[in-house]
């Protein structure tokens, strides 16, 4: 099982997302992003943080540093349930591969079906597909 099978099996079970893992160049550092529906308070990350640092313990994962953090306002969109979640929300998405000569784009997330996100810009709607996206991002409402 791989690192990141392993976190977000043990993350389910203890009622967390796993909404992504960055690793540095050495692997010395493990860095852990997790949400839960009604957000993540420091008491979650401190919870989790001594949780997984036993976890990877036992599973000798060798690191020197591990940060747990709540995905930030500009959560990042990855699976097909992150889009779905936050139907209705203002999103800043990056294509792999153009789409009428643009690859950025910001709108509304409206639904998804069959792998591909329907997203409103201007008034107008987009098919886009889930496998074209590189990079997608809630905007934060301030």
């Known amino acids: ?17 796993l909404v992504d893992i960055e690793r540095s160049a050495r692997g010395k550092l493990i860095r852990v992003f997790i ?3 009604e957000g993540v308070s420091v008491d979650d990350c401190v919870a989790v943080s001594n949780h997984l640092s036993r976890l990877l313990a036992v599973e000798n ?3 020197d540093r591990l ?12 699976k097909v349930a992150d889009f779905i ?6 999103a800043k998405l990056r294509l792999r591969v153009a789409l009428q000569g643009q690859r950025n784009f910001v709108g509304i997330l409206r639904e ?16 886009l597909e889930l496998n074209n996206l590189e990079k997608a991002r809630l905007i934060p409402k301030l």
Request: proline residues 5%; negative net charge; aromatic residues 6%.
């Open 85 to 90: 979640r936050f139907g209705g929300e203002s």
């Open 67 to 78: 940060e747990i953090s709540s995905p930030g306002l500009d959560r990042p969109l990855r």
């Open 35 to 37: 949400d839960k529906p």
């Open 112 to 127: 998804v079906n069959d792998g591909v996100l329907k997203l409103e810009v201007d008034g107008k709607m987009l098919d």
């Open 61 to 63: 994962i060798d690191y």
């Open 1 to 17: 099982m791989d690192l990141h099978e392993l976190l977000e099996s043990t993350l389910a079970g203890l009622g967390y997302e």
